[in-house]
């Protein structure tokens, strides 16, 4: 047998840049930047402003959302688990008032999609 018992470790894989997810978060953030500027101010080709008609409640849960994305990003790049779980967990009441309060059904109203009920006939 061996007379001295050793541990054997493997050398440890040196830490990765953020550069990929940076580089990814980014593409996320200015594709959703240029969806959100198309929606606000309408695009080149129909000139029809998506949030035309958007309230001080839908403007504060547009914000909320993108803070709920910022977290996202943020624990993608940098802080752990279970701060992100508490941070989430903070701001789920909030977002679910201002989803109530955000999403009302005049709001929600798109004219240009509209179903057409049938009538029975007896």
Same mark, same amino acid.
């Given at each position: 047998?061996?007379? #001295? *018992?050793?541990?054997?470790?493997?050398?440890?894989?040196?830490?990765?840049? %953020?550069?990929?997810?940076?580089?990814?978060?980014? %593409?996320?953030?200015?594709?959703?930047?240029?969806?959100?500027?198309?929606?606000?101010?309408?695009?080149?080709?129909?000139?029809?402003?998506?949030?035309?008609?958007?309230?001080?409640?839908?403007?504060?849960? #547009?914000?909320?959302?993108?803070?709920?994305?910022? *977290? +996202?990003?943020?624990?993608?790049?940098? !802080?752990?688990?279970?701060?992100?779980?508490?941070? !989430?967990?903070? +701001?789920?009441?909030?977002?679910?008032?201002?989803?109530?309060?955000?999403?009302?059904?005049?709001?929600?109203? #798109?004219?240009?999609?509209?179903? %057409?009920?049938? %009538?029975?006939?007896?």
């Amino acid at each position: 047998m061996y007379p #001295v *018992i050793t541990n054997y470790f493997p050398p440890e894989e040196p830490p990765r840049g %953020a550069f990929i997810p940076l580089l990814f978060a980014g %593409a996320l953030v200015g594709l959703f930047s240029l969806f959100l500027i198309q929606s606000f101010f309408g695009s080149a080709m129909d000139k029809v402003s998506l949030f035309g008609n958007l309230s001080a409640w839908g403007f504060l849960l #547009v914000v909320n959302y993108l803070g709920i994305y910022a *977290i +996202i990003v943020a624990f993608w790049v940098k !802080i752990n688990l279970i701060n992100t779980l508490w941070t !989430i967990l903070a +701001i789920a009441l909030p977002t679910l008032f201002l989803m109530n309060k955000g999403l009302t059904p005049d709001g929600c109203h #798109v004219s240009g999609f509209s179903k %057409a009920l049938k %009538a029975k006939n007896n």
